[in-house]
């Protein structure tokens, strides 16, 4: 397996990862840049999503923390979920381990593009979030909404990008709460799934560590600086950037299997 340094691909690497951090810090999608930027630098498409989610998982841990203010009253809420998250984080590890890098390889065009589909709703789901009205005290958790959750995290141990927006609807239609609120518990969730699935890829020793390194400090530094530029970037045409980007690679890599 190549083993990315600090040559001009490694530097590059670490680049994406940067904005990837940043991406993710201020619209989401991120995992739309580092998954392709893994794969150009000569990764196989599954030891490519692995490294990915390790490496990204340190941004998950930096938003959540970000948010604990809107997390320190929904302890109950948190620990009917979080079992959910971190189970449905493992068995998609677990599915993707299993899959092997033919099958995988076969599905990385249809997960980009499918990832790149679930962005193009994130907005009109905040949208959509903002214009309910929040219910004046708190509300019942919903039966399905565990179930929901779970099935959710699965996809987000499996492949990962738009995890944030599937959990966000999921939230939203099973808990019926303010936008801050389940912001902060999405952010946990997400944050669960991939250190569930990043702790069975470690184990299985299928990380290259060297890009994971790289990709990790790139990450939390784009984190850093998209939080401290929250407000002042439009978050909006960034989102409309990454979709054009993941539209672009996507169809890219579904053209070159349909050739064979």
């Known amino acids: 397996m190549p083993s990315p340094t600090l040559d001009p691909a490694g530097l590059a690497l670490a680049a994406a990862a940067t904005a990837a951090g940043f991406v993710n810090a201020l619209a989401g999608g991120g995992s739309l840049i580092s998954f392709p930027a893994l794969m150009a630098a000569g990764l196989p498409a599954l030891a490519a999503n692995v490294t990915n989610t390790v490496a990204l998982t340190p941004g998950y841990l930096g938003a959540s923390v970000g948010q604990l203010a ?14 959910a998250g971190l189970l449905g984080g493992g068995a998609g590890a677990l599915l ?7 099958l995988f390889g ?15 709703v994130q907005e009109p789901l905040k949208g959509w979030l903002e214009r309910v009205e929040a219910p004046t005290q708190a509300q019942a958790m919903r039966w399905w909404a565990r179930p929901a959750v779970l099935l959710a995290c699965v996809y987000g141990g499996f492949f990962g990008a738009g995890l944030s927006v599937i959990l966000l609807a999921v939230l ?11 912001s902060g518990l999405k952010q946990a ?3 669960s799934a991939n250190l569930s699935a990043s702790l069975l890829f470690i184990a299985t020793g299928r990380v290259s560590w060297s890009a994971a390194a790289l990709m990790a400090g790139g990450s939390i530094l784009g984190g850093i600086v998209g939080g ?6 439009n978050a909006v045409a960034l989102r409309r950037l990454v979709v054009g980007c993941g539209l672009t690679i996507g169809a890219t890599y579904l053209w070159r299997s349909l050739r064979g």
């Open 70 to 83: 809107e997390l320190r009253d929904q302890k109950a809420r948190l620990c009917g979920l979080l079992p």
């Open 96 to 102: 993707l381990l299993l899959s092997g890098d033919g």
């Open 106 to 120: 076969v599905l990385v065009p249809w997960l980009i593009l499918g990832g790149t589909a679930l962005l193009t």
């Open 172 to 182: 939203a239609l099973g808990l019926n709460d303010t936008l801050n609120r389940l």
């Open 189 to 191: 969730l997400a944050l």
């Open 228 to 233: 401290r530029l929250a407000g002042r970037v």
